[in-house]
């Protein structure tokens, strides 16, 4: 069993920054895919960014060039830097563990409201 826990959500002004943590209790292996995902109200849950245990990364076109996702397999833990943070990027984020394509599980953290608003 896997428990993930998000911190670091916030209010934020249009081109601020915050980072986002995801602390993982339980066996993340490198067979992992970690990443974050958002929902805005209204809105299905989508990819912000991912990376696998070898530290290969994918974004989102709305963030790429603006947020950075890293990992710290020694430490099981995840973290999304945002940047130039936009209002469209107001959302419940979402740290993500994904064993499947190994048959390993699937596990979600609780998420952590970020709200860009002046």
């Known amino acids: 069993q896997v428990l993930l826990v998000e911190s670091g959500g916030g209010l934020v002004q249009p081109g601020g920054s915050l980072r986002l943590d995801c602390a993982a209790s339980?066996?993340?292996?490198?067979?992992?895919?970690m990443g974050w995902y958002r929902q805005a109200p209204g809105k299905p849950r989508e990819l912000v960014a991912n990376?696998?245990?070898?530290?290969?990364?994918n974004y989102a076109d709305a963030v790429k060039g603006r947020f950075t996702v890293s990992r710290d397999n020694a430490k099981n833990t995840l973290s999304l830097q945002m940047n130039d943070l936009k209002p469209e990027d107001t959302a419940v984020y979402y740290c993500?563990?994904?064993?499947?394509?190994?048959?390993?599980?699937?596990?979600w953290g609780q998420g952590t409201q970020v709200t860009v608003s002046s």
């Open positions: 990376v696998r245990g070898g530290g290969y990364t």
């Open positions: 993500n563990a994904d064993g499947r394509r190994v048959s390993l599980g699937l596990y």
């Open positions: 339980g066996s993340i292996s490198l067979a992992y895919t």
